[in-house]
């Protein structure tokens, strides 16, 4: 099986100058912030979120093949007020306050069972003096950042798994843009010491669970699956990314229903891929469901159609044929009846996919 590293994600030098020194890291050559050694790369993004995206996706381009998962750390801010400084949480879930206001879409991480899990709202401004807004944001999110939404998205695209691992640093009052610059260095060595009991608590816990599952994994695949290389490493990719215990019994479940089709050792194996990307896709499915049960009965017994242009966006499309001008009005009559706003709630994330 193909070895697989961690990649560790910073905004500012500050904050990981304690792990590149313990993790002795080393600069990849023609670089001048990817660091790694044997089991982690280290990538510094910057605080600008151009840069940080762009430095990223440039990365993932290049590494997504022998990567593990990604393991995003830094300080971060606080809305609720009960959170205390130099708390240090796990993130469960990320939104983005954009174009005044929160976007519809969020991205769920990989959760850590040995710690509280909060929601964190990322920004691109800060919210001191801002009482109101910071209410708010409070309504979805108990921690904000400037990064964490936008290296959910890098990851989903390459499809990739997240954690992230925040320490309280502020409150948000009083704190202006060029203050948050300076406190990176003074959290490193505690974003250090907590990390060094999250991996050493993550990793036992997990894999004395998991390990003798993708073993038996392994061994279901057997005579009865064809892989070619290319296909063996993106499968074992995905094996060794798996830490959910429920999912990896999907697995076994999964290839012991194909295993018993009959058919070739190669259609085997294209149906298993196949069956995993689409679970991979599974937010875009849900979101479908979700919405379609949520359109009027009154519009499908019209056979009106209704769909959205996208998962990004709060436009709704509304179809429908007509052979007489009888027929038009009256489903002209059943539209304007209808309240929408269960749809445009769903598109706007009021809604839970």
Known sequence: MPSYKRLLLFAHKGEASRFIAGLKLKLVPGTTNFYENHDYFLLLCGGDRKHLLYRLVRILTSHHRSLKEVINLGICGAVEPNIALNSFWAVKTVYAYEGNQVQRKSYSLVQDKNLRNLNLMTLDFTLSDQKKLKEEISHFADLVDRELSLIAFACGEFKLPLRAYKLVS???????????????????????????????????????????????????????????????????????????????????????????????????????????????????????????????????????????????????KVMFETTSVREHEEKMEVLAKVNFQKLFDLLNGKINV
């Open 170 to 316: 502020d409150k948000c009052e009083g704190v202006s843009l060029s203050d948050i610059k300076k406190l990176p260095e003074k959290y490193s060595t505690p974003l250090w010491r907590e990390f060094l009991q999250v991996e050493k608590g993550f990793s036992s816990s997990k894999e004395e669970k998991i390990t003798p599952i993708k073993k038996k994994i392994t061994n279901l695949l057997g005579e009865g699956f064809y892989f070619t290389n290319s296909q063996k490493i993106i499968f074992h990719k995905k094996l060794a990314a798996l830490a959910n215990v429920e999912k990896l019994n999907d697995w076994v479940n999964l290839i012991t229903e194909i295993d018993a089709l009959k058919v070739t050792a190669k259609q085997k194996t294209q149906k298993l891929l196949k069956e995993l990307e689409i679970e991979a896709n599974s937010f875009s499915v849900r979101f479908q469901k979700k919405f379609q049960s949520l359109v009027p009965p009154a519009l499908k017994e019209k056979q009106i159609k209704v769909d959205c242009f996208s998962l990004e966006g709060n436009k709704l």
